[in-house]
Nanobody
Framework: QVQLVESGGGLVQPGGSLRLSCAAS????????MGWYRQAPGKQRELVAR???????NYADSVKGRFTISRDNAKNTVYLQMNSLKHEDTAVYYCNADRIWYSNHQNYWGQGTQVTVSS
């Protein structure tokens, strides 16, 4: 099992930047694909960005060119650099770890961190 703890959320003005971090513990971090999801009030949780074990990435169309996901396996941490933030980026952001381990699908979530974009 893996425990995920997000940090770095907060209040930022439109056009500003934030960097989210997700620290993992309890399992072999490098064996997980890692993702950032978000959920705005009244909306479903959606994928923001994902980084595979080998480092390949994919992004939601709404954040392409503004957000960057990265991972540091030595620090068991995944990051989400968010630039040019917009009001519509306001949401709770969740870290996710996912792997297939000996035919078992394992999927874990962090507790979430609030990002509010407002002037």
């Amino acid at each position: 099992q893996v425990q995920l703890v997000e940090s770095g959320g907060g209040l930022v003005q439109p056009g500003g930047s934030l960097r989210l971090s997700c620290a993992a513990s309890g399992s072999i971090f490098s064996t997980y694909a890692m993702g950032w999801y978000r959920q705005a009030p009244g909306k479903q949780r959606e994928l923001v960005a994902r980084i595979a074990i080998g480092g390949s990435t994919n992004y939601a169309d709404s954040v392409k060119g503004r957000f960057t996901i990265s991972r540091d396996n030595a620090k068991n941490t995944v990051y989400l650099q968010m630039n040019s933030l917009k009001h519509e980026d306001t949401a709770v952001y969740y870290c996710n770890a996912d792997r297939i381990w000996y035919s078992n699908h394992q999927n874990y979530w962090g507790q979430g961190t609030q990002v509010t974009v407002s002037s």
